[in-house]
């Protein structure tokens, strides 16, 4: 799961925000190292049919739609031919991320417009939806939470003339009320925040994640994607390989 890609300003928004090079690295790192990108729809159709995830998949998800997604992430993603799929919101598309700058006002970043998502489309991206407003689910009644997710998948539906499958909970906040409405909203899956790897027995409305941040070089990124943990310090390694020999 990636967010912004673009270079970070400081250490704070290099959480969510990756540098186009080191973007291009990651996923080139990717490629020499024998992973495989598949598209979300293809992973979610194996587990639905209870088949296991060949070893090494890698599939690229983008939350909230920032204008350098269309910028940076788009020219790069084609180039090496990787999948991928970003999840809208839909009431602030051609706008900024106004339920960020709210309470960072530095943080005011510009979102993809609808001819931008358009042109990706016919380009092979594929979208999702993460609400109207980029809501703290677990903090609104049902009725709104309900119109959030429901409405969002309509509104992208009418713009690009295509079913929406996807859906990812903004901030991973969800509950099994939440889950229930994705699903009859028919949305066919939906991706936590929750860190993993995926496989037959997942539930496909809680699709587990890794946060893929800014300064995650090379070591920290190989850690995270080879354990699939948000946690790519040595220590990690180390406890993985201390399991392994514990269980022997
Ligand atoms: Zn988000």
Redesign the pocket.
């Known amino acids: 799961m990636y967010?912004m890609i673009s270079t970070p300003m400081d250490a704070e928004e290099a959480r969510l925000a990756c540098s186009p090079s080191l973007f291009r690295a990651q996923l080139s790192f990717l490629k020499e190292n024998n992973y495989n990108f598949f598209s979300l729809s293809e992973a979610v159709n194996w587990i639905e049919r209870k088949l296991p995830i060949p070893e090494r998949s890698i599939i690229v998800t983008l939350?909230?739609g920032y204008l350098d997604n269309y910028k940076n992430a788009f020219p790069i993603l084609s180039d090496l031919k990787v999948p991928a799929t970003i999840?809208l919101?839909s009431d602030y598309m051609g706008k900024t991320n106004e339920?960020m700058a709210r309470s960072s006002p530095n943080s005011n970043k510009t979102l993809l417009s609808w001819h931008q998502i358009h042109e990706m489309k016919k380009q092979g991206i594929s979208f999702g939806g993460?609400t109207k407003h980029?809501v703290r689910l677990t903090d609104i009644d049902e009725e709104t939470a309900f119109n959030e997710i429901t409405e969002c998948k309509q509104n992208i539906e009418d713009r690009l003339g295509e079913a929406i499958d996807f859906f990812?909970y903004?901030?991973g906040l969800f509950n099994t009320f939440h889950a229930n409405v994705v699903k009859e909203a028919g949305y066919i899956a939906a991706c936590s925040t929750n860190s993993g790897f995926n496989g037959p027995s997942t539930d496909i409305f809680k699709l587990r994640r890794l946060d893929i941040q800014g300064n995650d070089h090379k070591g920290r990124f190989k850690r995270k994607v080879e354990f699939g943990t948000n946690d790519g310090s040595i220590n990690t390694a180390i406890r993985y390989y201390a399991n392994r020999i514990l269980r022997i």
């Open positions: 967010h939350d909230d999840f919101v339920w993460h980029h990812a903004p901030y």
